[in-house]
């Protein structure tokens, strides 16, 4: 079966096609960066806009780099969730009506479900049971996962997600949008000596993260050094790496909890977060430490993109689930509500 995949719920429109047997076949993602980095962040409309100029011809150059027409299409994906709702819209109305039109089945895919078994595509892949950390600007979550669709969420943030902490903090250090991946590479040039950050919620039992404390912590240090003279290029770089080290070490600390907490030795770290180079090697050097192994999904399958929402409808398409016509896009969905397969 080759599903083509849709992926509209942000600022990113990516389009995929998968097939059982052979893969990922062609795969592209175009950013929406430029559009949204005079506002500082999202613009849900404008969001939504771009969407509708990029998907119909994203779609038409992914079948001709996989070689295929339109009727080589045997199901359709596309994300129903969550996510902003116009930017769905578009997604959901495009790949459901180009499914009705082939007269193919079409299935929504809950996004960090696709996020979550982007893993799946790598080789070597991991095999279920495993804890999954999801990552992202939107969501920081532990999950036990015993199969596709059959969760179990362990924690998640009382507040900002760590992407979403990331990028505030950016914006605090006055470093360009997105500011997530700017703070990363300004904390490689930091002194981690000469700051300690706290590690939110460590020091109590329980898996779930706060991230706001440490935000505000982060504009507190800033004010004082620079209040006190300090130098502002340094001084931005040094808290860059103290809040990057704090947050990296909350993550692997709550992770170690939740591998020993369900007996687990695979842990699968998904979303854009888990493509942070320090991240990856505190979690490699933890699992090592606790007998198991980690699981990412390669750099450009991190952030949003088509090929995991295609995978995610291979899988469920594959077990004879589909949509109706009357598609029903959603901003907030549990994961825990899926079907199992």
Known sequence: ?????????????????????????????????????????????????????????????VLEEAGLSAGDIDGVAFTAGPGLIGALMVGAAIGRSLAWAWGVPAIGVHHMEGHLLAPLLEDPAPEFPFVALLVSGGHTQLIDVAGIGRYRLLAESLDDAAG??????????????????????????????RFRFPRPMTDRPGLDFSFSGLKTFTVNTLRSELAAGADPVRTRADVARAFEEAVVDTLTIKCRRAVRQTGHRRLVLAGGVSANRRLRR????????????????????????GAMIAYAGWQRLSAGQAEPLAFRPKARWAMETLPPI
């Open 1 to 61: 079966m080759r599903v083509l995949g849709i992926e509209t719920s942000c600022d990113e429109t990516g389009v995929a096609v998968y097939a059982g047997g052979q893969g990922l076949l062609a795969h592209a993602v175009y950013t929406q960066i430029a559009i949204h980095a005079r506002y500082g962040g999202v613009v849900p409309e404008l969001a939504s806009r771009d969407h509708v100029r990029k998907t119909l011809p994203m779609i038409r150059q």
């Open 282 to 305: 505190r979690m490699d050097e933890m699992m090592a430490e606790e007998g198991g192994q980690t699981y990412y999904p390669r750099p450009s399958l991190c952030t949003d993109n």
């Open 164 to 193: 979403e902490a990331f990028d505030k903090t950016a914006k605090i250090l006055d470093l360009p949008y997105p500011g997530g991946p700017e703070l990363a590479r300004l904390a490689e040039t930091g002194d981690p000596d």
